[in-house]
């Protein structure tokens, strides 16, 4: 059973328009981690949160907030998408700190159009 | 500053071949920690192995093999008799206390393999 849902796993939207992401877990690991991943590139953290904190990457640009309303859940809201943003975005969770392995979605595939 | 770099950008053999991925990495760190991801076409990063800096014994786990060598800060990935099914991205990552959360992925090797 997926541990780790992302929804939709497709999605398609207008350059400038809002669009969120979703990721849930059933595994209740603090640390919940949003990454992009270009095609053909490694993927890049954008930002996570441990509990309630949110740590932002210093390069992650302001265009992408993120929620979590609960342990549970966690949310991607990328503000204007541009084409630049399209992109896989894969949601992860972890126990704790990077010392613990961590369990990965199957991405959500955004496309800018 | 970290630092994976994975040389090998695409991979190809034929099935039952082993297969080596190659993966080196930077850290100043003294506390760190290395991972091997598989991605299969579906997507999602399937989590392979985890080593820290402290134990440099190599690990196996069926077909699949990891060399840590600290002296030449080399994390390598062997893959014994292929199978299609081991067709895939795989990603070799650095963690350390030092980086916060953030794990420094390499850019991958895919690996092709063919009947």
């Known amino acids: 059973d997926a541990m780790v849902i992302q929804n939709p796993r497709y999605q398609v939207t207008q350059f400038g328009k809002p669009v969120t992401l979703s990721c849930s877990q059933t595994?209740?690991?603090?640390?919940m981690y949003w990454y992009q991943q270009k095609s053909s590139q490694a993927p890049k953290l954008l930002f996570h949160y441990y509990d309630k904190d949110f740590n932002n990457e210093a390069d992650t640009p302001d265009n992408f907030q993120s929620r979590r309303p609960n342990t549970s859940f966690c949310f991607l809201d990328i503000r204007s998408p541009g084409l630049g943003d399209a992109a896989m975005y894969l949601c992860a969770t972890s126990r704790d700190a990077v010392n613990t392995e961590a369990f990965f979605g199957q991405g959500t595939r955004l496309t800018v159009v | 500053a970290q630092k994976v770099t994975q040389a090998q950008t695409e991979i190809s053999v034929v099935e039952k071949e082993d297969v080596t991925l190659d993966c080196v990495y930077e850290t100043r760190d003294t506390t760190y920690y290395l991972f091997w991801y598989k991605q299969p076409p579906s997507g999602e990063l399937v989590f392979l192995i985890r080593r820290n800096s402290f134990d440099e014994q190599n690990e196996i786990s069926g077909r699949y093999s990891w060399n840590f060598q600290k002296s030449t800060s080399s994390f390598n990935f062997t893959i014994t008799a292929s199978q299609v099914v081991d067709s895939a991205v795989y990603f070799c990552?650095?963690?350390?206390?030092?980086?916060?959360?953030?794990?420094?992925f390499g850019k991958g090797t895919s690996l092709l393999v063919t009947p």
């Open positions: 990552a650095l963690g350390s206390s030092n980086s916060g959360y953030a794990l420094n």
């Open positions: 595994l209740n690991h603090n640390v």
